[in-house]
């Protein structure tokens, strides 16, 4: 079982908040005390999901709990990287459609508050880099996921 690892950084008025490994209800806490500090430097959090093998209900309600923080104070917070594989969670929950989304840290804005989350059809995923299979005719369609 690999250990959580959990690092953050400045980037902007925002603080990229990057986890590595399992978010379950054994890492929870240190997810928890992570965010709260991240919280504490920056109003503005991203939440970098990309190297997630595991995650569960129990990291979903620390990531509702500071995002309802950071929404009461003005603030924001984003969910970039996460692979429907490894975080289904998000996805079976609504979570990912109710944040702003990316499929990558690179591509939220550099600075600033990060724009709400687009209205999508309730039957659809991302398509994320590293879930990519060929579908039947050839398309790429996220593992598990129902081609957009």
Known sequence: MDALRLSSEHRGDSVVVTVRGELDVVTSGQFDDCLARARRERNHVI???AEVDFMDTSSLAVIVGHWKKLVASG???????ARYKYTKALWITGLADRLPFYESVEQVPAAGPVPPP?????DRRPDLAGDRRPGPAGDAAADGARPA
């Open 47 to 49: 939440i970098d999901l």
């Open 75 to 81: 603030g924001t917070l984003a969910l970039a990287g």
């Open 118 to 122: 687009a209205d999508l059809d309730s």
